[in-house]
């Protein structure tokens, strides 16, 4: 079975601070990734997604994450936070043609200082 | 595009009680998920609907959970009777379609969740 690695439990930086996010996967087959996005009191939200082709994948906001096969890591950028991008963010995986089940990792709570 | 509806969005019950939660996915897409989200964790899957079918449910802790899906659009996930472990947060998600036989590479979309407090 599949895993997912969030080494970053919590992060916190100021606004205009350059943004890293780790995930790491372990799954030796095809699969898909995705960053999702939970903003204070609402509902996860899709980030940005990898399926096929350019390994850098750009996403909302201003959101990049770069699929590295080699490294089993999918790592979301931001240049520049705001404030507003104070949330808990997770990285998820699929396996390609096994059905569509999601597996997370346990999530990086970012919080941006003003 | 509405999104997906859950309630209720809080539940608070003693220990040994039943509890219902109801999940209406996105209209048109046929396959509808429950996640369970402890907290300071990620959502881990519980059980995969496609239509009115179960294509998943080896996590979901079948001795006192139980889901159903029966004409394949609205779905209701129980707990009877719930323990203290279960206090988490209930995520319905669903996703667009199989392609006959072929399994298509969707995006799930979240619901709000109901958030579940086991006293």
């Known amino acids: 079975a599949q895993s997912v690695s969030q080494h970053n439990h919590h992060v916190i930086l100021s606004e205009a601070a350059s943004l890293e996010l780790g995930c790491n996967y372990s799954?030796?087959?095809?699969?898909?990734l995705f960053w999702y996005v939970q903003y204070p009191g609402q509902h996860l939200q899709l980030l940005l997604k990898?399926?096929?082709?350019?390994?850098l994948v750009k996403g909302i906001k201003g959101f990049e994450a770069e699929f590295i096969k080699s490294k089993f890591s999918f790592n979301l950028r931001k240049p520049s936070v705001q404030w507003s991008d104070t949330a808990e963010y997770f990285c998820?995986?699929?396996?390609?043609?096994?059905?569509?089940?999601?597996?997370f990792g346990g999530g990086t709570r970012l919080m941006v200082k003003p | 595009e509405a999104g997906v509806a859950q309630s209720p969005r809080y539940k608070i019950i003693e220990k040994r009680q039943s509890v219902a939660f109801w999940c209406n996915p996105i209209s048109g897409h046929a396959t509808l998920y429950w996640y369970q989200q402890i907290l300071g964790q990620g959502p881990k899957l519980l059980i995969q609907f496609q239509n009115n079918g179960v294509v998943d449910d080896s996590q979901l802790p079948k001795d006192r959970f139980s889901a159903e899906r029966l004409k394949g659009v609205d779905s209701t996930l129980k707990i009877q009777p719930a323990k203290l472990e279960d206090s988490a947060v209930y995520l319905c998600a669903s996703s667009l379609r199989y392609r006959g036989l072929v399994r298509v590479q969707e995006t799930q979309y979240f619901g709000p969740g109901t958030r579940l407090l086991v006293l």
């Open positions: 998820a995986v699929n396996v390609r043609d096994a059905g569509n089940m999601l597996t």
């Open positions: 799954y030796g087959g095809t699969v898909n």
């Open positions: 990898y399926f096929s082709g350019d390994p």
